[in-house]
């Protein structure tokens, strides 16, 4: 079984893989954490093992961990759980990984786990060229090109955190729910929040898109994934799917893409522990 971990600034997605040989087989289940960099090793393997239990999954059941983080400095509690509650080293997504994705920007090592992971999956998945839109703590787009290469992109502000920075400088304007107003046209303050934080999200992921589809070509695909990536995508001109599961996807295939011929889920910068 593979344990794969999205770990993002405001959520931890994890999930499993049955391993099957030199081969992940299909997602069997997903659970979504709050991150929290307080967290200890011992907090982060008796929730985990406890999700797994729910599943009928017995932590000897893992035969290998991959992980995506943004989140550095808890990056050695994870290291720190992986070896003592599952025995294994995990594989982060960082510089000297296998991916099979080139990156063209300019400096290849600062861009993060996720997008790597996005790029990947979204290129085994629809090909290219393609736009992935991330809809989480920020709100990133992701671009790979006709040949699979990644080309750069951008980060906007998440509309979580455009809504907190309003309501924290804005005294008398109360804290609303993110959802499809009623109509265009507010008429009370709740109302007029939720149509400026709605759809003006939505005109900033279109402006960005309309623009980068003129670069790369009509025939690219935009595609959604995240937290709000529903909320969101059904309003855009230009998103024609979404992929919840888009990012597992990705570290699921580069993890294939590091297993040692012959030998079961273990990667290349991974090796299992002895048992002591």
Known sequence: MLLVLN????????????ALGDRIGELRATWRISTRQAQTADEYG??????????????????????ASVVPPIDWILRQFSERYFNHKPLFIEPGVRTGLQILTDNPGE?????????????????????????????????????????GGAIAPGVNVAAEALFARAARLPRVEIKRPPKVIGTNTVDNLQVGLFYGHIGLVDGILER?????GPETKCVATGGLARLIAGESRFISEVNDTLTLEGLRIIYERNLVTGTRSRPRNAAN????
């Open 7 to 18: 770990v993002n600034n405001t959520n931890t997605v994890i999930a499993i893989y049955p």
């Open 46 to 67: 008796i929730l985990i093992r406890n999700l797994l239990q729910t599943e009928g999954v017995d932590s000897k059941e893992i035969s290998g961990i991959v992980i």
């Open 212 to 216: 980068m589809i003129a670069e790369l």
């Open 111 to 151: 861009v993060g786990a996720d997008r790597v992971a996005n790029c990947v999956g979204a290129f085994q998945r629809y090909g290219g060229p393609c736009i992935v839109v991330d809809f989480g703590t920020a709100t990133n787009f992701d671009v790979v090109s006709k040949q699979g290469e990644f080309l």
């Open 273 to 276: 522990l002895k048992k002591t």
